[in-house]
């Protein structure tokens, strides 16, 4: 889940929008920002990132909710499973590792997920090892292409330790990868369609 970069480890710094490969200069196909504050002591991590994809509403839902196949794709997630269905709450268990410069140390968290069918989903969290996560998934529809926009905003506060100068780059960076991974699963039936359309 927060995994260390080793370019960050050399001062190199990750940029705040993140161009997709193929996307023109003008138009990014995700966009990641993160910043660092103290509220009531507590160190929090706030996230807002965005991208777009060409695939159609309903696909993106299918696969934000389809919590049980997560792990297929999701960097450094090991599992991910329902617990329970309650209407439009549905609580998830995951397992995942945190990769802390030479060591890794193993993520558990038991979260609620509050959807709004194909809209949004409120993630909270119910117990693991973090001392504050909540997380927004909300989905745009964009008919002038048919595609959708996903904005992802989120704070977190890890409870194991995070060094203060990289933290945000540390957070930013695994953001980048777990938004590029979800759009490019989205992507892929539609980009599978494409090409059998053009055959």
């Known amino acids: 889940m927060k995994r260390f970069l080793l370019c960050l480890m050399f001062g190199l710094v990750a940029p705040v929008s993140v161009l997709a490969q193929g996307s023109r200069a003008d138009t990014p196909k995700l966009q990641v920002e993160v910043k660092r504050e103290t509220q009531d002591s507590l160190t929090l991590y706030i996230v807002d990132a965005s991208g777009v994809v060409q695939a159609p509403l309903p696909t993106v839902w299918r696969t934000l909710t389809g919590y049980d196949r997560m792990e297929e794709f999701v960097p450094d997630l090991i599992s991910c499973r329902v617990l329970s269905r309650n209407g439009n709450e549905v609580i998830i268990e995951q397992f995942g590792n945190a990769r802390l410069l030479f060591v890794s140390k193993s993520i558990h968290l038991i979260v609620r997920a509050t959807e709004q069918p194909m809209s949004s989903i ?22 002038e292409t048919g595609g959708t926009r996903i904005i992802y905003s989120g704070k977190m506060a890890p409870n194991f330790y ?27 039936p539609a980009a599978a369609g494409n090409r059998q359309a053009i055959n």
């Open 122 to 143: 409120d993630i909270s969290l119910i117990s693991g090892d973090m001392k504050h996560y909540e997380s927004r998934w909300e989905l745009i529809p964009m008919p």
């Open 162 to 188: 995070v060094p203060g100068l990289l933290g945000t780059n540390i957070i930013r960076g695994d953001i980048e990868r777990m938004m590029n991974a979800v759009l490019a699963r989205i992507d892929k």
